[in-house]
């Protein structure tokens, strides 16, 4: 029987029951991850370069909160466990992922942006992450019509040499800068609560939540969705995957962190499922230097607002 996740709104999304499919070897892939400029690093999570030559490349993008990306080379689909699938356009906003989504693509195969953190998607899109998770859009549906130019000379840079990936990554990190809006006061408050929440714990319990946010239950509720793209039982769980699917790609573990996994799942076949649904790899699979954007993507420097 297909395991079926259910968030708290009544809405089930149902287990991807697609066959693990071969990745592009790390060997022909070049990833830079860069740490972005202070002033910018409350909204975003890293700045990032992700180069592959190939004529076809297999890639699966983690779970997580949103993207700014330029696409300079390469064409090809993403495949969303509700069925949607999106092309990629060259200017483009990757909403929240809820869960680990394939990648299929005709190469060359550039990219350049930032990965947003949840405060970050908040300020520079302005939209409810929970009503706008699991797609890829033309950047201008999201942000207007002023993202193209920068987007396109920035390209254009890029293709004829004029610019390098990293000078095109502190530029799209320039222009989040310069198109951030004012967030609720109280709403980044509750941002901060919920991200300490997550990570004080592999296992973090709802109650105490509710005990530190200033809100009733139902305003968590609908807020963290908001702001997050999942409610906050299906939001823990998500990041207890990714965490642990760190966690797993670690050459060793210390015994206290052993321990910590063990304890965060109903057994190890739970754990498996969960890390496979969220990271798109088995632990086994994370430990085999085969998925190097997944395994940067995963690692826990880009947990770090969660403490």
């Known amino acids: 029987m297909t395991d079926r996740f259910e968030l708290t709104s009544g809405e089930v999304i149902p287990e991807s029951d697609d066959a693990e499919f071969e ?3 790390s060997s022909l892939i070049e990833v830079e991850y860069i740490p972005p400029p ?10 990032y370069h992700f180069r592959c030559d190939e004529a076809v490349i297999r890639d699966i993008q983690p779970a997580s909160i949103g993207h700014l990306s330029l696409f300079p080379y390469g064409k090809g689909e993403m495949h969303f466990t509700n069925g949607q699938r999106d092309s990629n356009p060259e200017i483009a906003v990757l909403s929240p992922l ?5 990648i299929f693509v005709e190469g060359p ?4 942006g930032a990965a947003l953190t949840p405060l970050g998607w908040a300020a520079l899109t302005g939209l409810h992450a929970g009503e706008y998770r699991d797609r890829l859009f033309e950047a201008s549906e999201i942000l207007g019509r002023d993202v193209v130019p920068m987007g396109e000379q920035l390209i254009a840079g890029y293709r004829s040499g004029k610019i390098s990936g990293r000078e095109c990554a502190f530029e799209v990190g320039n ?9 609720n006061a109280r709403h980044i408050e509750l941002i901060r609560t919920v991200n300490q929440w997550l990570g004080a714990s592999l296992n973090p ?9 200033a809100y009733s239950e139902r305003q968590v509720q609908r807020l963290v969705e908001q702001y997050f793209g999942l409610p906050p039982k299906a939001l823990a769980r998500k990041y207890r995957a990714l965490r642990a699917a760190a966690l797993c790609s670690f050459p060793h573990l210390t015994p206290e962190y052993e321990a910590e996994l063990d304890a965060a799942f109903f057994d190890q076949p739970h754990m498996i499922r969960e890390i496979q649904r969220f990271a798109g790899r088995t632990p086994a699979r994370l430990r085999d230097n085969d998925s ?8 826990l420097k880009n947990f770090r607002e969660l403490g």
Do not use: Q
């Not at 809820?98 to 394939?102: D, F, L, R, V």
């Not at 190097?292 to 690692?299: G, Q, S, T």
């Open 23 to 25: 990745l592009t070897p």
């Open 205 to 213: 319990d709802l109650s105490d939540l509710m005990a530190e946010a």
């Open 292 to 299: 190097p954007f997944l395994n940067e993507m995963i690692d």
């Open 109 to 112: 195969f550039h990219v350049i």
């Open 38 to 47: 202070s002033s910018v690093s409350k909204f975003v999570t890293t700045l």
């Open 98 to 102: 809820s869960t680990a989504t394939p």
């Open 175 to 183: 222009y989040i800068e310069g198109k951030v809006k004012r967030v």
